[in-house]
T-cell receptor, first 113, second 110 residues
Framework: DTAVSQTPKYLVTQMGNDKSIKCEQN?????MYWYKQDSKKFLKIMFS???????INETVPNRFSPKSPDKAHLNLHINSLELGDSAVYFC????????????FGPGTRLTVL | QKEVEQNSGPLSVPEGAIASLNCTYS??????FFWYRQYSGKSPELIMS????GDKEDGRFTAQLNKASQYVSLLIRDSQPSDSATYLC??????????FGKGTMLLVSP
């Protein structure tokens, strides 16, 4: 199926641990994103990559490090996890440009204990 | 700071009625506007995009854009209980990134 996929779907971990979330899209898009949706359901952009290059880096702690090995993949590594990192993380993709629609992956629910 | 404002709701309508969801945005340079539907525990699903002033219809959904008033709306005709969800308004910013509103929860009662 053509889609944006993420793994894992759920992640439960202890404070201080390091974890990674993976995202892949087979839609032929050249731009990928990470969004964070907090407990109040507010969806906010974290990072945007175009053709493996970082183009947007919002005010996100440097414990978060995205990596894009190719334009179909965008991973998110989080060091030294904190309680406040608990949220749902969504990957999305689109073609670059103001008029292009973004499609979201299923999300990864991260719980930090 | 660029903002997208939505009434959080819930907006309650009876089955078969028209649901009207509204959104205002602050960046006059915004060029594209999107409505996403998000069911509880699921990811946002794109339902409408609009780029020009006026109305755009797709099935039971109509998006309306008024750039002069910086206003976007979504009408859902013949609302069904399955339409009950949170509706997110999103506005294009820079480099294809979207700024989302906080969403309006719609409840359609049978």
């Amino acid at each position: 199926d053509t889609a944006v996929s993420q793994t894992p779907k759920y992640l439960v971990t202890q404070m201080g641990n390091d974890k990674s979330i993976k995202c892949e899209q087979n839609l032929g898009h050249d731009t990928m994103y990470w969004y964070k949706q907090d407990s109040k359901k507010f969806l906010k952009i974290m990072f945007s990559y175009n053709n493996k290059e970082l183009i947007i880096n919002e005010t996100v702690p440097n414990r978060f490090s995205p990596k894009s090995p190719d334009k179909a993949h965008l991973n998110l590594h989080i060091n030294s996890l904190e309680l406040g990192d608990s949220a749902v993380y969504f990957c999305a993709s689109s073609l670059r440009g103001s008029y292009n629609e973004q499609f979201f992956g299923p999300g990864t629910r991260l719980t930090v204990l | 700071q660029k903002e997208v404002e939505q009434n959080s709701g819930p907006l309650s309508v009876p089955e078969g009625a028209i649901a009207s969801l509204n959104c205002t945005y602050s960046d006059r340079g915004s060029q594209s506007f999107f409505w996403y539907r998000q069911y509880s525990g699921k990811s946002p699903e794109l339902i409408m995009s609009i780029y020009s002033n006026g109305d755009k219809e797709d099935g039971r959904f109509t998006a309306q854009l008024n750039k002069a008033s910086q206003y976007v709306s979504l009408l859902i005709r013949d609302s069904q209980p399955s339409d009950s969800a949170t509706y997110l308004c999103a506005v294009n910013e820079r480099y294809s990134t979207l700024t989302f509103g906080k969403g309006t929860m719609l409840l359609v009662s049978p």
